[in-house]
């Protein structure tokens, strides 16, 4: 299996995504994003965590069995170099979203939508440390 993101500032959703994408099989490969390819993706300022410690931390992961560092801004190279047969995505996607689906159906294999709902991520985390709040505060605001 595989699995990929930007792992920023990792927290309970990466976890559960990690943990579901392990349950499709028995070896899960982790695709970490670059510096530079965070940067892009997600604006100045970003990432707050450097690649190798990214890479690090999710490697120290149960669930995690090896990771790798890729420079574009999809896995599409990594996945074709890798050839898994399910690579998974969190609950942000879709089947039909999945930027990678083509190539991953190229060799048979297989799109998985893992994880819990999308209700974390590290743009509400550094939201919360701006305002001062915990995640329980923000829960009570809502609710």
């Given at each position: 299996?595989?699995?990929?993101?930007?792992?920023?500032?990792?927290?309970?959703?990466?976890?559960?995504?990690?943990?579901?994408?392990?349950?499709?099989?028995?070896?899960?490969?982790?695709?970490v994003n670059s510096n530079?390819?965070?940067?892009?993706?997600?604006?100045?300022?970003?990432?707050?965590?450097a690649e190798r410690a990214?890479?690090?931390?999710?490697?120290?992961?149960?669930?995690?069995?090896?990771?790798?560092?890729?420079?574009?801004?999809?896995?599409?190279?990594?996945?074709?170099?890798?050839?898994?047969?399910?690579?998974?995505?969190?609950?942000?996607?879709?089947?039909a979203t999945v930027p990678?689906?083509?190539?991953?159906?190229?060799?048979?294999?297989?799109?998985?939508?893992?994880?819990?709902?999308?209700?974390?991520?590290?743009?509400?985390?550094?939201?919360?440390?701006?305002?001062?709040?915990?995640?329980?505060?923000?829960?009570?605001?809502?609710?």
């Amino acid at each position: 299996m595989f699995a990929n993101g930007c792992f920023d500032l990792l927290h309970v959703g990466h976890v559960r995504y990690l943990e579901g994408a392990r349950q499709q099989g028995s070896v899960l490969v982790v695709g970490v994003n670059s510096n530079r390819t965070v940067r892009e993706l997600k604006g100045e300022g970003r990432p707050l965590v450097a690649e190798r410690a990214r890479a690090e931390m999710l490697a120290a992961l149960e669930s995690v069995d090896y990771v790798v560092i890729f420079d574009e801004l999809t896995a599409e190279k990594i996945l074709r170099d890798l050839r898994p047969d399910v690579h998974c995505k969190g609950t942000d996607y879709t089947q039909a979203t999945v930027p990678e689906r083509a190539v991953v159906k190229d060799w048979g294999g297989q799109v998985s939508i893992v994880g819990d709902e999308k209700r974390h991520s590290t743009r509400q985390v550094l939201a919360r440390i701006i305002q001062g709040k915990t995640e329980d505060a923000s829960r009570r605001e809502k609710g």
